[in-house]
């Protein structure tokens, strides 16, 4: 419990998450290419851009950055969100033609 309270408090934890996410989008990307199946390329872009960026907003924090960098990773999170949402809707609409 030390540990992950150590991890917490020093931000570390961010570093190891965004990592772990860094390796998740290889391998989801890695098996569209392979297989043809899965999430499209932009759908996995898209999506862990947006939470991608609220983590580093996050690690900018602990940081202790000016909050011109903060806002601009928040700004990122939300350009990456609206653009996961209009690429859904896309989807979704050309599915139903």
Do not use: C
Request: glycine share 10%.
């Amino acid at each position: 419990m030390e540990l992950l309270q150590e991890l917490v408090e020093s931000g570390r934890i961010v570093d190891i998450m965004l990592v772990v996410i860094a390796l998740e989008v290889a391998a989801l990307i890695a098996y569209r290419v392979v297989t043809g199946k899965g999430l499209s390329v932009p759908s996995i872009i898209l999506n862990v851009g947006a939470g991608g960026s609220l983590m580093v907003a996050l690690k900018l924090l602990y940081d202790g950055v000016g909050w011109q960098l903060i806002a601009a990773a928040l700004v990122a999170s939300l350009l990456f969100h609206t653009g996961d949402l209009v690429y859904r809707w896309r989807q979704t609409a050309d599915a139903t033609r």
